[in-house]
């Protein structure tokens, strides 16, 4: 008898199953990443956010000089959805700067000049 090349029926069977289970695999780890992305730039944004407040409350604090005040607090919806909002107050030599942005939050303190 001859030997014919080629697969058999539960050969190929076998390797539909296993590139089935390995797209099902990986189609359940899309979600999860497509989260952690989305988190990740909510937060990359929030950042920037934060660090812009922080620059601006340090600027009026040092343009108040040679007084120590602390700039007003306030509140800004930003047009991503990202909602800041910031206080001040001083602390014998020292104003405090809190900046909160999102789910995050900005401590610092600045000297008087």
Do not use: Y
């Amino acid at each position: 008898m001859k030997s014919v090349a080629g697969f058999t029926l539960l050969e190929v069977l076998t390797a539909l199953i296993v590139i089935t289970v390995g797209l099902l695999g990986l189609l359940g780890t899309l979600g999860p990443i497509t989260r952690l992305a989305g988190q990740g730039r909510l937060r990359g944004r929030s950042a920037q956010i934060l660090a812009s407040r922080a620059d601006l409350l340090r600027a009026q604090v040092l343009a108040g000089a040679p007084a120590c005040g602390a700039p007003g607090a306030g509140a800004q919806l930003h047009a991503d959805g990202v909602r800041e909002s910031w206080t001040t107050r001083v602390i014998g030599p020292l104003v405090e700067l809190q900046v909160i942005a999102g789910v995050d939050t900005l401590v610092t303190r600045i000297s008087c000049p």
